[in-house]
């Protein structure tokens, strides 16, 4: 029976509960699973649940759990596992739905197990030796933490302690309480999450001594890791056991159970894609100005459920599954060297000039040049003369900046310590990227975060720009008003 893992937060942080009804409507679930009802009320009250089973672990609605463990397997069980085929199918996992609502995702079985297979196979012996210790909080309704976690600690043996924290304002406290017990031998995580860590630790020996003492390798998805960022952990690294700890990367998405690339070479490079694994044939398509990435494989998906128009527009005439995103080679003339990521295909647009920008690289670098100001950034510039950056404050970084840690987001928008922070960095950032495809020309910082509501954020934190664009439009109107407000940064 397949299954279908749902985001927590279409229950947990919506207001309108238009993509769990999508979703549910979609999947005609005949049972649904949860840990606890409660934090699920709203979200099932919104529901016509008639004909559902319902299965919670804390008795709290429905079906005990218990009841089902403690039922004895019959021979039907045995039947089930005997039918198990590779091309069945073993989950549905939704997209992110950051461009619309979420496409279910058909994964089967030969999918997962072929791609937990293929990162083993350019691993170093002696790695695969000892079984891995990780504390991870990737929810299991993406792919990046229910297959490429999962899945490969399941292979490998290892041990998996389910982190309670999340990479947000006031939630990585639990993940960091957990360091300080747990020591990992490997750790994964996404570039913002990394953020976080890096002023933990920076600020604490003893996390530090603890999170590096038996750690092997460190591992990012999800997003670009800026550069300025691996320089910091790599710091702290040295100055906690006295050696550099290795960073790689992995890339792929939903649609490819997940990874199709890794970098399984040590390397300072932040950003790269890596080469693609044993089993893969991928191709560079030329779109625009990019070279998008186009993959073939076992571990590739035949489409989505009961969507055959979205499922015959992912794939080219040669049946490589489009993934939306630029590449380049690190070295055309050593394409050993690996592929580097190039943006997002759709996310790329032109000044009035004609010139175009590469938004998604220039997101990444904006933030890194921003002295700790930014948590993340929107990139406007479509049809105008210059870029401006509207830009989504790192509240904790910022208050430190004030010097006041009471301070409210509607204060640390227009404070002038932290104004000045950021014209400071955006003025770094231009002297080294002086052309008007790179030059940040303005900045207006936001009072309000991403919302997962109106498609603007999905559960890795990824930030749709389009969308988030359209929907402040009134802002971006602000940040290219002549004369400019006295809460937009010239640099």
Known sequence: VPVAPVSPSYSTMSSDFEKLRYVVDLIEPKLIFMQESAPFARGLAALDLD?????????????????????????????????????????????????????????????????????????????NEEPPVLLNWLPWNHCFGGNAILNNLLVAGGTLYIDGGRPVPGGFAETVANLREIAPTAYSNVPAAYTMLADELERDDELAKNFFSRLRTLAYGGAALSQDLYERIQRVAIRAVGERIAFSSGYGATETAPTITNVHWPTERMGLLGLPLPGIELK???????????VRGACITKGYYKNPEKTRDAYDEEGFYRLGDGARFVNPDNPLEGLVFDGRVAEDFKLSTGTWVSAGKLRVDAVAASNGVLADALIAGLDREYIGLLGFPNIPACRNIAGDQSLAAEDIVHHPAVLERLAEGMRAHNKGNPGSSTRVARALLMVEPASVD????????????????GRRAALVEKLYADPPGNDVVVV
């Open 51 to 127: 004909g559902v089973e319902l299965v919670t672990v804390d008795a709290s609605r429905g079906t005990s759990f218990t009841d089902l463990t403690d039922t004895a397997p019959g021979d039907a069980v045995e039947e089930s596992y005997a039918r198990l085929a590779p091309g069945m199918v073993a989950k549905y996992l939704f997209t992110s739905g950051s461009t619309g609502m979420p496409k279910a995702v058909i994964t089967t079985q030969e999918m997962m197990c072929v791609n937990s297979v293929m990162p083993k196979s350019v691993t170093l012996e002696e790695e």
């Open 454 to 469: 109106a498609g603007e954020l999905t559960d890795k934190g990824y930030i749709n720009q389009s969308v988030a664009l």
């Open 284 to 294: 560079l398509a030329p779109v625009g100005l990019k070279m998008e990435v186009r």
